[in-house]
């Protein structure tokens, strides 16, 4: 089987199901490639600026951990881009399956166009969760949002899905936002959860481990006995950082000794300036992230589900979620909810795993939890019997 991801952008240690997914499925055996433009992850800012990607700065095909990458010539469509010379591309590899991130961009669009001269099968992925939409679009009646929704999204997206065998939701949340808000016929979704590398994302077991989170701390600034609460991710004004940062300002005026690491960045991170006790830097790549978590205490991520959970899990962190994320086997058993945007509850919720021995306890519940259910070579294996089964 030759399996081909076509994705707008490729960023190397930047993005799980672009990165780690198609080398696990290559481990299997199968031949993988990657379709992507020269544009980096988030091409454009909030100006509209337009930029190319410093590692692909020339058309060109190379491999690396066992994938193919080819990288195309964007162009602009408003916004949105397609890729230039696709088609023959596409059929040169010539695909049994091919894998599109997105339910309704104009890059599916050239996928479903150029199915007309092969005969692969078209998947999609989603990882836009039915939580996260605009409250407007989950109003009764009509509004502006749904409509504009509708004409965006829903309608053309009801038209490609027709042309694609399935659809699969890294939660169950993603399957329905794809349903209600991309109009894709439920029988052809799925849920398959993301993965992490539990190779890689390990707890602190050793003294090797122990020695980096000891130098970790001093080289940022934290002291040994600090108790460090760790988010990563995009920073933006949904992601609720502050009710994060308000707690731990809180919580230090108490006279506890609990730190915040924001690990990420985005427009909003000014906002992390108003706190002294929170601490940010920029995105790291997913292979240098485990010392990261390994020399924290305690995950939390205020408002938005995040892969991120995954990955701290494994580390042994324990996590602390909103109480309307939906996806709670994520946590269930190694960690807990509050509720979302209480500052004192959340409050409340860190100082529950203020002692060591629970902590540590957790660690080894947490990171069996992922390897058992969450590890990409499962993960993997998952996604291959859904492309067989079709």
């Given amino acids: 089987m030759i399996i081909v991801y076509v994705v ?8 799980y199901i672009d990165n780690l ?12 490639h990657i379709i992507t433009s020269r544009l980096p992850m988030y091409y454009q800012n909030k100006t509209g600026h337009r930029f190319v990607s410093e590692s692909f700065p020339h058309l060109h095909t190379e491999h690396r951990n066992g994938v193919f990458i080819h990288t195309l010539d964007p162009i602009f469509i408003g916004s949105r881009i397609i890729l230039r010379d696709f088609k023959k591309k596409l059929l040169q590899l010539n695909p049994s399956v091919v894998v599109v991130r997105g339910l309704a ?6 996928v479903i166009l150029s199915k007309f ?17 605009s409250p407007a679009l989950k109003k009764e009646g009509l509004n502006f949002t749904k409509a504009f929704n509708f004409v965006t999204r829903k309608m053309p997206g009801r038209i490609l899905a027709s042309f694609v065998s399935k659809c699969i939701g890294s939660t169950n949340d993603c399957v329905d936002a794809a349903v209600d808000f991309y109009g894709v016929p439920r029988s052809k979704t799925e849920m398959i959860p993301l993965g992490v590398d539990t190779d890689k994302y390990v707890p602190v077991t050793n003294e090797l481990f122990e020695a980096e989170r000891a130098q970790m701390r001093a080289m940022l600034g934290f002291a040994a006995n600090d108790i460090i609460c760790i988010w990563t991710g995009r920073i933006t004004p949904t992601k609720g950082i502050e009710i994060l940062a308000q707690a731990v300002e809180e919580l230090n005026a108490e ?3 609990i730190k915040a690491l924001f690990v990420g960045s985005g427009d909003y991170s000014k906002v992390l300036s108003n706190y002294t006790q929170s601490k940010l830097i920029d995105f790291q790549p997913w292979a240098d ?5 390994r020399m ?3 995950a939390v991520w205020p408002k938005s589900l995040t892969t991120s959970t995954l990955d ?3 580390c042994g962190l324990p996590i602390i979620m909103s109480d309307k994320e939906p996806a709670t086997e994520r946590w269930q058993g190694a960690g807990a909810s509050y509720k979302e945007a209480d500052v004192e509850d959340l409050k409340r919720t860190i100082l529950s795993f203020l002692d060591h021995d629970t902590r540590e306890r957790l660690k080894y519940i947490a990171h069996s939890k992922m390897k058992e259910n969450y590890s990409w070579d499962f993960i993997a294996k998952r996604f291959i019997d859904s492309f067989e089964s079709v």
């Fill in 8 to 15: 707008e952008t490729y960023t190397e240690g930047l993005g």
């Fill in 21 to 32: 997914l198609p080398v696990s499925m290559a481990k299997l055996g199968y031949e993988v």
């Fill in 105 to 110: 961009s104009p890059v599916l669009g050239q």
């Fill in 117 to 133: 001269f092969s005969n692969f099968r078209v998947f999609t992925s989603t990882g836009m969760a039915y939580s996260a939409a």
């Fill in 255 to 257: 006279g506890f000794a």
């Fill in 289 to 293: 992230l485990p010392k990261y978590y």
């Fill in 296 to 298: 924290c205490d305690i």
């Fill in 312 to 314: 701290a899990a494994a």
